[in-house]
């Protein structure tokens, strides 16, 4: 029942951000071809659920004229479309409206745009919040994603006392944000992370896709390689039990894709991405099938 598919169209990226779950960075590789594009958009044609294209990255503004193609033909094919960008290059609100629109007239409906301290550090005038507000001048339904540092609080009990020390911030430990991010933090038992909080593996409505081919149901964990499979096909075939990944990953969280998988674990991780991610980099290059690129693991 997928209703959306969002292109990793590159990898690359002008900022190397500490949190990224992709490793993305000037140097990262991986970018789509305008024929590999409209290849996927044929493809989701054919499923009658799907409704919204993204575009991403990476940083997709870094291939204007892709994205740019891209749009025209997923609106052409009936999609409603979004863009997800740092927006970089709005350094002025004349600059800011010679990249918005085109986007708009190629049929953009929703630009959603990275606005933090990752990005742009203490900065008051970014680039993101000036593309924000001209977008919004142009009539574009538009949002910031604000992701902070790690920050530690105590969640408090029903008693008024200290409870748990809970992670603030919004940051999901897994890709570089397991190196640069979890020093210092608390640690939780990995036998008690035994749930998925953020994927719904059982039922994906959306999926990305990279240039490689790989389906991703969550960043790194592949449904197939639709460079050799449609995508409808492993949509249809596509059961979650079954798979050597998701199927623990449900049955008992990352604790048990440990089990399953040999993984020995240390006493503790920051949360269930930083131990599953951690499982699945292990065990990365005997399980390609169902795990990769190794650009989404830090080893390429």
Known sequence: MLTGIHFLLTYTCNLECDHCFLHCS???????????VEQVLDEAAGIDTMQWIFFEGGEPWLYFPLLEAGL???????????????????ISRRDARLWLEPMLKAGLNYLSVSDDQFHY???????AAIALAVARELGLDTDSISIDPPRV?????TSGDKGQPVIGGGARFRGRAVDKLTAGLPRRPWETLCE????????????????FGNVHICQ????????????????????????????PLLRGGPAELARVLGFEPDEGYVDECHLCYLVRKARLSALSQHLGPQQVYGLD
């Open 196 to 211: 998925c909080p953020d994927e719904d593996l059982a039922a994906p409505s959306r999926v990305h896709i990279d240039a």
């Open 220 to 247: 790194g964990i592949s449904m197939g390689n639709m460079w050799q499979t449609p995508l409808s096909v492993l949509d249809r075939n596509y059961k979650p039990e079954e798979h050597l990944i998701c199927g």
């Open 121 to 127: 550090g203490e900065a008051q005038e970014t680039p």
């Open 153 to 157: 609080f105590d969640e408090p009990t």
């Open 72 to 90: 025209t033909y997923a609106r052409r094919k009936g999609f409603k479309t979004g863009v997800v960008t740092n927006a970089y290059g709005a």
């Open 26 to 36: 000037p140097w990262a590789r991986g970018t789509f071809t305008i024929d590999q």
